[in-house]
């Protein structure tokens, strides 16, 4: 019996310690993550100057001597490093219910389903990352390519950002936010399988978060997506939209100033101005 005592006392106290690891981890990949962002970013801030008065990143061209394939290897590190440090302090809430859940199932070691659902949900951000790319570098070349092209670049990029605010009003953002920020959606996990239930559910949240962040994404991409300052502003938007009590207001606000913004550029943008 006192066996039986110890060797559940001692279970007791592993199971105890496992959200202070796991969040041990989390905390370890932001800081990695971060430090590769701002690597990438100086590695990749040189620009050129195009017709219309802009600069176009070098990261949508490839290298002397580098393969398509290297190119965009490299673009998807960076966009890898770049999400996890934007997405996971306001995706942590999530990964930590999926980790309680799972323990009050009786799973012995929840942080690996944690890991996996991490992992799902990140899944769905690279894939959007490969999407970017490829569009980014046909962008590119059509703005080499053609001097009109070039020359509407500015005044697409305030159309950009003015679509994005407008996408912070519609019911379809509010409601991938709602699912972003439910409490309740982990409570349908089971113990069967729980690797794969990690992987599934990861992807259903990424796949809420990619709706519901797509408008601050539009705009990072719109404004630079090298530019540390929008990054860090588009990031504790996001946060702050996930994790407020009320983030009704300033969602709208964020698209207020979004239109505003892009108006602005747009008209800046147009030819003769």
Known sequence: M???????NSTDGDEATLPAEFIAVCVLAFVASVSATVYFCRSMCCEMEMPGGWTMSMMWMRMHGQTWFGSATSFLLMWLAMMVAMML???LPMLLRVRNSLAQNGNRNPGAPAISA???YFFVWLVAGAAVYVFGVAFAS???????VSRMTPAL??????????MQFTDWKMSALRRCRDPLCCAALGNCAPLTTGWDHGLKQGVSCFVCCAAPMLVLLA???MNLLVMILVAATIAMEKLMPRPEPLVRLFGIAAIVIGLAVTIHGLPGH
Do not use: I
């Open 2 to 8: 006192a066996d039986q005592l110890q060797h559940k």
């Open 89 to 91: 302090p306001s995706a």
């Open 118 to 120: 991490a992992s799902g």
């Open 142 to 148: 059509a703005a080499m390519r053609f001097e009109w």
């Open 157 to 166: 990029s305030g159309g950009a950002l003015v679509a994005a605010g407008a």
């Open 223 to 225: 404004l630079g997506t």
